[in-house]
């Protein structure tokens, strides 16, 4: 079967500095792939080279088969590929309804069509569902900067889902998340994987959220990738342990 | 509730605008005229700046690139529609092009990319006599007249203008509620998370660019036909100025801001008056007062009102049994 991402031979430079070093792998469809290594091994960069928000410096990716470098961010939005950021990044002065519905409504039909059509774009009934699947019923109506950061970090994935992607890169979902919060996040990602059958790429620090979320786990370090498997094996993998604890 | 009393407040502002005119000088009539026109001008410029949150120094260039097509075109014969359409259209296609830059720059780079526009703007409107008459202008501007209506006296054109006001303030509320309105939004508030989440902002900045811009256009171009008589100084720097002046005042980013900042610019320099020439002192006080205390501006101020008082109801909702 073909992969739903295919990462080839991807490297990032910034001057001097090699972000990413010559980076493959590939995700299957509906596969959960956790990503971790210690601060400043490239994780980000990475996630920003697939997603069009940087320009490798070589290298390539294909989405289904396309090959998708060159692609601005909401190119690949449109085929199906969304994201979350490791800081925060809701619209404060949206409300949470909102910031749903514009999170979906650049997905299809033209500018003039948006213009023209229905000022929710039809997806009033979208949002209402995705605000019920992430229980955000009690503050549907509030500017999403007044949320709490728990309920802002759920609104911000709940994005990310409303263009029924195929493909979800998700940079530290758990990061500064409460851990009653964090079951519910957890529990809804596997949710969506197992109705959708959508396809997740994870970034995280939090290594209980990950081991139990993912299915197969990526480790960098320096660019590099030193590790690769099931979580188990990454637990038990000296090299792992060695990236992580130093030398 | 709201929508019923936000429809109410409108009709009673639609009834007063009517029915000033019929009460109102020559003199005031035309002032109430001047305040339709700017409101049109700083309506582009909310959108621009406001919503889609890209700064432009540069709607007095448009202002006055319209007014001076309106002016130019109608002596060659062209119906006053036509060059009113021609000036807005100009300046939708050339406020494309200064669109691009945002692209590149923001915040007050963006701004000095916009002001060396009003510069050069305002260059060729002295220096081009060929075309704009140099500093002596283009007088004697004739008003329009539509089957047999002739807009030349006062209240007629003000009428005009008034209907013009209410054709664009529909224009601008539907684009706003519609999704374009939360893309310019998301563009202003986080372009990277706009861009991942699908959302042009290439095009969509280009576009808040160029109808801010058109709207300038119409709105220079009926400024010429209310006061028969153009020169390049109306359209340098400092009525660009004034617009952003209107824009903030008012409160950028609603939309009842600009008609609001409008009115404070053009009518409290004529209540200013009698105080000769103190006014401009007096006017800088208070504009440098509510800067200082509601940054947001006067609807800022107006929501701040209206979210303390919902407050005060659902606190005493909650204390009755």
Known sequence: MMPVLEVSDITKRFGGITAV??????????????????????????????????????????????????????????????????LLQVFPQLNVRENLILAGQEHEGSMLSRLLGAPDAGLSAAANQMIDFFQLSRVAEERAGGLSYGQQKLLDAAMAFMAGPRLVLLDEPAGGVNLTMLGHLKERLKAINAEKGATFVVIE???????????????LAEGRIIAEGPPDAIRANPAVIEAYLGH | MTTRANLIILGLIALALIGLPFILKPYGIFVLSMWAVMSIAALGLNLTLGYAGQISLAQASFFGIGAYTVALLGPLGVPFPLAFLAGGILC?????????????????????????????VFLVFRNEEWLTGGIYGVSGIKRPVFFGWSTTKAPDFYFFTLGML?????????????????????????????????????RYTLMAFAIGSALGGFAGGLYAPLVQFIEPNAFALGLSLNILLMVIVGGAGFFAGPFLGALISVLLPEWLRATEGFYLLAYAVLVMVLMAFCPTGLMGLVEKAGLALKRRTKLSEAKAP
């Open chain 2, 166 to 202: 209410a054709l664009f303030s529909f224009f601008v509320w539907w684009m706003i509620r519609s999704p374009w309105g939360r893309a310019f939004i998301a563009l202003r508030e986080n372009p990277v998370r706009a861009l991942s989440l699908g959302v042009d902002t290439r």
């Open chain 1, 205 to 219: 620090h939090n290594m209980d959220f990950v081991m139990s979320l993912c299915t197969r786990i990526l480790v």
């Open chain 2, 92 to 120: 939708f296609l050339i406020g494309w092009v200064l669109g691009y830059p945002a692209l590149r720059v923001q915040h007050h780079y963006l701004a000095f990319v916009t002001l060396a526009f009003t510069t050069l």
């Open chain 1, 21 to 86: 070093n010559d980076v493959s792998f590939s995700v299957a469809e509906g596969e959960i792939l956790g990503i971790i290594g210690p601060n400043g091994s490239g994780k980000s960069t990475l996630f920003n080279c697939i997603l069009g928000q940087l320009t490798p410096s070589s290298g390539s990716v294909a989405v289904d088969g396309r090959k998708t470098t060159g692609l601005r961010p909401c190119d690949l939005n449109r085929m199906g590929v969304s994201r979350t950021f490791q």
